[in-house]
């Protein structure tokens, strides 16, 4: 049962993973610098890595704004988020799965009458409006220094390429993990505070409940990745690409930096150290970013039309998303509780969860280990496929090659 | 990763070795058509081959470039363009041969006269396609000066028009002791000539359009 509470966020997690990796590889696979095989190995494991070791920073923060202290809090809110997301979509009506899950928060916080705290709020809509601004300072900087160094290098156009195209691959990874540090918070971070597993000793390291939770996040992430990420990756990516090789690999890494900036506790830490004021851990939305880098370049190039459509649909995004995300869960909730009577949460008194209800099912870490190695023997076993079959295919060409000059011969 | 493959180092190679072969090819014919005008037929034969050896090595690497680019999914976004690149390149080249093939099966008679008119023919239209090569070579590292180098391309072009303008109009006007099928015969060689400049200007102009799209 605990499990079945946990479906919601997976599916947001399948979501991200089927849209948002898109924004990492997609200038990369739509321009088919690299395949989509070797895009979604890449992208599935650093979005793990990065969900499991950096992604506590980021959910700590929605936490912070509303302490889920109900499995069933957890799942209906992550199922409004999802529905959210879901029907915007299908209007075509930019969406952000970060934007959905603050107001599903909020949401949960009008039901269970608990304070919003302002001053996270605060923190995390301001981020929003930053992360793109960030992104194309960003990116208008690397894109200068970039092309300072194209001019000046006088670099073999095909040289140039290479150098490109193992640069998409190490930011695209590079993005994967920020993508996964940052954006686990939307997927898992609903189910942390409900959830108190026993830590899983796995050898070299140990996993704490959160860190389980985000594994399984993380996980699905992959499987959207997997699953459904190759079409949205050669149509969405393909407009990204229409900037330039070189403007791509900068619009990635510019969003890559922005999401690592947000979810790094250590970066913060040291911000803090030197005397400056600490970096908010919040979820940014990827897509959002990305749109702040293209336009960031585009100014920079002196393009002067600017599409104000898509910054004004993003701004009504802002809104309309939480609103929509937060009466959707506020009802939710109500039926969950009053139809089928599963406990939903309770007020936080004294900043304690009182009365909790959180999940401590010590057979979620038993099943997310034999999971842990069924994905690593599976992924070893597809691994050692694919090598034999490329090959097998680099031997039949070079066959055919030899073939074809002996004859002209 | 293809930066750790040979493949990359590889393929500039074979391009700077195609353009080399071009080059050679129109050095030449050049020189081809020096010594039939000097009536060293021996020396004309050896260079006919030489043309032959460079045209087909031309073709070899033209069909390996095209291969490697394709397997190794190198230049995506300009791929087909460099492909047609190099096909209008091998077209020079196979020009310049089909014009000595010309020659050697036809044996024109050019009248002393015209000796030095077909020379500076030949000098202009080789120069135009000789001064294509390094152009080409700029696109693929500094494409910013694409299009100066071109220039030369179509100042060469124009003054191979006006020379076999001059020419055909000698043959024609002037020439009063040949005959019409020898004149004839003559135009169709000043033809052959000047093809290997028009074929220059036809890759010029999509060498120019390429370096825009790559600069911008």
Known sequence: MILFFLTSGLFLGWS????????????????????????????????????????????????????????????????????????????????????????????????????????????????????????????????????????????HLIRFESFLRTGLIIVGAFGAYSLGANNIANVMGVFVPAFNLQELDLGLFTLSSSQQLFLLGGLAIAVGIITYSKKVMETIGGNIVELNSEAAIVVVLAQSLVLFIFSSSGLSNLFVKIGLPPIPMVPVSSSQVIVGCVIGIGLYKGARNINFKLLGEIGIGWIATPVMSGLLAFFSLFFVKNIFGIDVGYKIIGGAASGAVTATDPGISAIIRYLLLAVLITGLLVGIYYSLIERKKQKELKKSEDKFWHYLK | ????????????????????????????????????????????????????????????????????????????????????????????????????????????????????????????????????????????????????????????????????????????????????????????????????????????DMLSAMAIKIVI
């Open chain 1, 16 to 155: 991200l993973g089927a849209n948002d990796a898109s924004n990492v590889f997609g200038s990369a696979v739509g321009s088919k610098m690299v395949t989509f095989r070797k895009a979604a190995i890449i992208a599935s494991i650093a979005v793990i890595l990065g969900a499991v070791f950096q992604g506590a920073g980021a959910s700590e923060t929605l936490g912070k704004l509303g302490g889920v202290n109900a499995i069933g809090g957890s799942f209906t809110l992550a199922l409004a988020a999802a529905i959210t997301v879901y029907v915007m979509t299908k209007f075509s009506l930019p969406v952000s799965t970060t934007q959905a899950i603050v107001g599903a928060i909020i949401g949960w916080n009008l039901f269970t009458g608990n304070k919003t705290d302002a001053d996270t709020l605060s923190k995390i809509v301001v981020t929003w409006v930053s992360g793109p601004v960030l992104g194309a300072l960003f990116a208008v900087l690397l894109y200068i220094i970039i092309i300072k160094i194209k001019k000046a290098s006088r670099i």
């Open chain 2, 1 to 204: 990763m293809a930066l750790f493959k040979r493949t990359t180092k590889d393929l500039i190679i074979r391009i700077d070795e195609f353009l080399d072969n071009i080059e050679l090819g129109l050095l030449v014919f050049r020189e081809s058509i020096n010594s039939y005008i000097d009536k060293d037929m021996e020396a004309f034969s050896r260079h006919l081959q030489k043309v032959d050896t460079l045209e087909g090595n031309a073709d070899r690497l033209q069909r390996m470039i095209e291969n490697e680019m394709i397997t190794h999914s190198i230049l995506p976004q300009h791929r087909e363009e460099v492909a047609r690149l190099l096909d209008v390149l091998d077209e020079i080249i196979d020009t310049v041969k089909s014009s000595l093939n010309e020659f050697i099966i036809e044996m024109p008679e050019i009248p002393a006269a015209l000796n030095k008119d077909i020379i500076n023919l030949t000098e202009a239209s080789v120069e135009a396609a000789e001064e294509l090569i390094p152009a080409a070579r700029a696109y693929f590292t500094t494409p910013y000066t694409v299009r100066e180098k071109l220039l030369k391309v179509y100042y060469f072009e124009s003054e191979t028009d006006k020379i076999a303008l001059n020419t055909k109009k000698r043959i024609f006007q002037e020439m009063k002791d040949i005959d019409l099928a020898h004149k004839a015969h003559l135009r169709y060689i000043i033809h052959h000539i000047e093809n290997i400049s028009d074929m220059a200007q036809k890759a010029a």
